[in-house]
């Protein structure tokens, strides 16, 4: 046989052999992608966006006695205020500034009846479950006897110290700043302070978050801070910065120098001019009936003299 019929009898055989042959089995689909496998195959991209740190307020208000106009709290450049109540936390003048609730006593007046505000009601009803921010406390406990105007939180440190108890019960994780007591402590060595530290220290309280204290003391700004701190450190936890919660003076230039340290001091957290306007004493209003800035908004309205007096406080 030639070559030409040997290649056609192979061939043959082969197609023989390949129809005899089962079929293979066609495999079988493959499985449509779950949600869950396409989420796995989607890569992440994270945004890397730069944190954004806003500055805490610093300048604050005591507002009391007489309504801010609109426009007046950017005008003086207002970043905080309290108004001497507990009011629901959220509340802002109108160019933004935040509220500060205050627990001002047990209750207003101090030492008349009938009751007008309890503020341990206010505190349960006020303060939404589990507030965790500011809350000034005890305005001016130390200064007692005083009924003009209705008194100040003229408490013993005993009283104040169940006082406080209280308020812990009610918020345990409010940050507390106070007592805000008067320079008139303070220029008697703080007898009432620190009784009631010792108070608090037998009923095993916590110490309050931050310090708090008024003075309109034409004096170097300084020396009450320090006098403040030297006090709190022989109490293990105390606070070792402090709020200015009341404070203003009639001469522009003590004005500005208490402002300046104020601003640059590691241990004032904040400041608090009293008032805007209204108060008897007009030299301190920040504002005037007819809205016009007063020597001491003129101060304040600028944060201070930028160098008043550095090398004289320290």
């Known amino acids: 046989m030639n ?32 949600v869950e496998a396409v989420q796995e195959d989607v890569p992440e991209y994270v945004a890397w966006l730069p944190v954004v740190v806003l500055p805490e307020p610093v300048r604050g208000l005591a507002y009391c006695c007489g309504a801010l106009r609109p426009g007046e709290a950017a005008r003086l450049g207002i970043e905080i205020w309290y108004n001497y109540g507990l009011n629901t936390p959220g509340r802002t003048l109108d160019n933004g500034a935040i509220y500060v609730p ?31 921010g500011p809350l000034l406390f005890l305005n001016e406990p130390d200064l007692a006897g005083r009924d003009v105007d209705m008194g100040q939180c003229d408490r013993t440190p005993r009283q104040a110290a169940y006082i406080y108890k ?26 009432w302070m620190r009784a009631w530290y010792d108070e608090i220290y037998k009923l095993k309280l916590r110490p309050p978050d931050t310090a708090a204290i008024h003075t309109y003391l034409n004096e170097p700004p300084h020396l009450i801070i320090n006098s403040l701190f030297d006090l709190l450190a022989a109490y293990p936890g105390a606070p070792t910065t402090a709020w200015i919660t009341e404070f203003a003076s009639c001469n522009p230039s003590q004005a500005a120098r208490m402002i300046a340290y104020y601003e640059r001091s590691d241990r004032v957290e904040k400041y608090f001019w009293f008032t805007g306007r209204g108060w008897p004493d007009a030299c301190i209003n920040l504002l005037s009936d007819d809205g016009r ?22």
């Open 3 to 34: 070559n030409c019929t040997i290649c056609a009898i192979i061939t043959f055989c082969l197609l023989a052999l390949a129809a005899c042959s089962p079929r293979p089995e066609p495999l079988p689909p493959a499985p449509l992608p779950t």
């Open 102 to 132: 205050m627990f001002w006593c047990d209750k207003y007046p101090a030492l008349k009846y009938p009751t007008q505000v309890d503020y341990f009601q206010l505190l349960r009803h006020n303060l939404p479950p589990g507030y965790t």
């Open 166 to 191: 209280g308020i812990l019960e009610l918020c345990p994780g409010c940050r507390l700043i106070g007592p805000a007591v008067s320079h008139e402590d303070y220029l008697a060595d703080w007898p």
């Open 293 to 314: 800035l007063t020597a001491a908004g003129e101060v304040y309205s600028g944060r201070g003299a930028p160098n008043a007096a550095p090398a004289a406080y320290p």
